[in-house]
């Protein structure tokens, strides 16, 4: 039997386990499957752990929400727009900064 993706990707981590884009892409792949909260724990986890990896940001943001856990989700999302803003990355805090303003971000 094929080993599915995400068991592919596990396997990739155990050899590198501090890379980002594998655990990134860990995370994706959980979500596809229906393990969404642990998906979401590494995406938050990568945010803190790896704060320029600003795509975590953005997914943690949009998977949160996706979930009603909205007020996370603008915390998510305004931390991902003022790193992006910090490393010059304008077109991702423009895309964060309009997903925020479309879940009603009122500054709470």
Same mark, same amino acid.
């Given at each position: +039997? ?8 596990? %396997?990739?981590l155990r050899d590198s386990p501090e890379d980002?884009?594998?655990?990134? =892409?860990?995370?994706?792949? +959980?979500?596809?499957?229906? !393990?969404?909260? %642990? ?5 938050? !986890?990568?945010?803190? &752990? ?8 953005? +997914?943690?943001?949009? $998977?949160?929400?996706? $979930? ?15 790193e992006a803003r910090r490393?010059?990355?304008? $077109? &991702? %805090?423009?895309? +964060? %900064?309009?997903?925020?303003? =479309? ?6």
């Open positions: +039997m094929e080993p599915t993706r995400r068991q592919k990707i596990e %396997a990739m980002v884009f594998l655990r990134y =892409s860990l995370a994706l792949e +959980m979500e596809n499957e229906g !393990d969404w909260e %642990a998906g979401i724990d590494i995406l938050q !986890d990568l945010a803190r &752990a790896t704060p320029s990896y600003v795509p975590a940001y953005h +997914m943690a943001g949009r $998977h949160l929400a996706k $979930h009603g856990r909205i007020a996370e989700a603008r915390a998510a999302l305004r931390e991902g727009v003022e490393q010059g990355e304008s $077109h &991702a %805090a423009g895309e +964060m %900064a309009e997903f925020l303003a =479309s879940l009603g971000d009122l500054g709470e």
